[in-house]
């Protein structure tokens, strides 16, 4: 069996379900993922289905199914990695007669600690510029 072409074929919702289950349980990617899954269909945790149940639904945990299997648990993983990627808070004002959001490209550098003042500076400016909040996703 060619790994490459044993998930190919249509997978069902609920054996992507119970990859998704396990993932979230442990968040570690395979093969101690596998070890997850093993003990979830081992308990029956995930709706109460057992192993027998899965391998009616296409998850197998023999060492013939694995490939299938591994290939399913790495394209899961990384769907669900790529909805955890963090975003960047950017604040900044709008431009005066302009409200439509501006597109603005994220700092590739990371976000280093800034310096606290000493308690001895007062800052007694004031802003009158109305303050907007976007969120832009830096993993794009």
């Known amino acids: 069996m060619d790994p490459r072409t044993a998930a190919s074929g249509i997978t069902d919702p609920d054996a992507v379900e119970f990859v998704r289950f396990c993932f979230r349980r442990r968040r570690v990617g395979w093969p101690e993922l596998y070890d997850e899954m093993c003990a979830v269909a081992a308990r029956g945790l995930f709706r109460g289905y057992d192993a027998d149940d899965l391998a009616g639904l296409g998850i197998g945990f023999s ?7 591994a290939v399913l648990s790495t394209r899961i993983v990384a769907e669900e990695q ?4 963090p975003v960047a808070v950017m604040i900044r004002a709008d431009p005066p007669g302009t409200s439509a959001p501006v597109q603005v490209e994220p700092d590739p550098a990371p976000m280093r600690p800034r310096p606290l003042p000493s308690p001895e500076i007062r800052d ?3 802003f009158d510029v109305p303050v907007r909040l976007a969120l832009v996703s830096t993993g794009a």
Not at 63 to 69: E, V
Not at 82 to 85: D, E, I, M, V, Y
């Open 63 to 69: 060492l013939f199914d694995m490939p299938a299997l």
């Open 82 to 85: 790529a909805l955890r990627r």
């Open 124 to 126: 007694e400016r004031t």
